[in-house]
């Protein structure tokens, strides 16, 4: 999953980035928003971070002109702005959500998944497409490669929707046994059945991170 952020506070723009790529996100921050508009249109981004206060094109003017051309990528604003009028401002604007300064990157964290997972199990969407020629019918639960259907068991389902739901972000053993089993599972059990399902799955579809736990490739 990739991340843009536009902060022109250097030490906050470096620790927003270290801390969400240990969690296994692909992010590129910019400090002033005419670089980051322009970053924005020569690659695809998952989701956005905005300061508003910023040198160039401010959050607010930048998230406008993204709107009114269409572009509906979900954005987080993380601002100083704290008065009631800017938090509505941004949400006209079309934002997810509105961190105000200071806050923990634990926060940041607890929003930033909460966002996609509501963007990515929308109502809107009936079909999540993977890498790999793989797409997951949200209606049937069913997946699919390249048209034809994936056989998998309930659990197997559970644990590739928890994926699909953190998908770019690592996904730790706890977080598994407590949203797919609901209770304290062996570990050992758990990474017995996420292996099971990775080898009927593309190489790399799910990859190990390191001391974190498993991710979803996208």
């Known amino acids: 999953m990739r991340v843009l952020v536009l902060e022109d506070e250097f030490a906050l723009r470096q620790s927003i980035e270290e801390f969400l790529e240990d969690l296994g996100f692909e992010v590129k921050g910019f400090e002033r928003g005419d670089d980051f508009l322009d970053e924005l249109y020569a690659n695809p981004y998952d989701i956005l971070l905005l300061d508003v206060k910023v040198p160039g094109i401010n959050g607010f003017e930048l998230l406008k002109q993204l709107r009114e051309a269409g572009n509906e990528i979900p954005a987080i604003f993380i601002t100083s702005m704290t008065h009631v009028d800017d938090l509505a401002k941004g949400f006209e604007l079309g934002c997810c959500d509105y961190i105000k300064k200071p806050f ?38 069913t997946l699919k490669k390249d048209g034809q259907e994936v056989s998998l068991t309930k659990q197997e389902k559970k644990i590739l929707e928890l994926l699909i739901r953190h998908r770019g972000a690592a996904v730790s053993v706890e977080q598994f046994c407590d949203e797919v089993w609901g209770e304290y599972v062996d570990p050992a059990n758990v990474r017995v059945h996420i292996n099971k399902l990775r ?11 390191h001391g974190v736990g498993y991710k979803l490739d996208t």
Do not use: Q
């Open 104 to 141: 923990d990157l634990k926060e940041l964290e607890v929003r930033l998944k909460n966002v996609l997972k509501r963007e990515c199990f929308s109502a809107k969407k009936d079909v999540v497409e993977l890498s790999e020629g793989y797409e997951y019918d949200l209606g049937t639960f």
């Open 199 to 209: 080898k009927k799955l593309s190489k790399g579809l799910i990859k190990n991170v």
